[in-house]
């Protein structure tokens, strides 16, 4: 899987610490999955009381996309950012 072009750092440092550690679990759980890459964006299932599509473009972890309420509604969820981290840090055992 090729690097995106964002970097844990930046996301660390983008979002205050609650969806952050949110994401992380949802990571750490193993909540993450089909994590596949197309052209320069990602894609990915999380999987919680429904699965949820989620997108993320390789440029910017800001581009992204959930099929949940918030994704739907523009808002930045912790869905996107647990695919983001997945990205980063490779699938869990
Ligand atoms: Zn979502």
Do not use: Q, W
């Not at 969806?19 to 052209?39: C, N, P, Q, R, W």
């Amino acid at each position: 899987m090729n690097k995106p072009d964002f970097t844990l750092e930046k996301i660390k440092f983008a979002f205050d610490n609650p969806i952050f550690d949110k994401a992380i679990a949802l990571y750490e759980s193993g909540k993450v999955t089909d994590v596949d890459e197309s052209i320069r964006s990602y894609t990915g299932i999380v999987i919680r009381t429904k699965p949820y599509r989620v997108s993320v473009e390789a440029r910017s972890f800001r581009y992204a996309y959930c099929t949940c309420y918030l994704g739907k509604n523009d808002i930045y969820c912790k869905h996107m950012l647990a695919l983001a981290i997945s990205i980063l840090l490779g699938k869990t055992k």
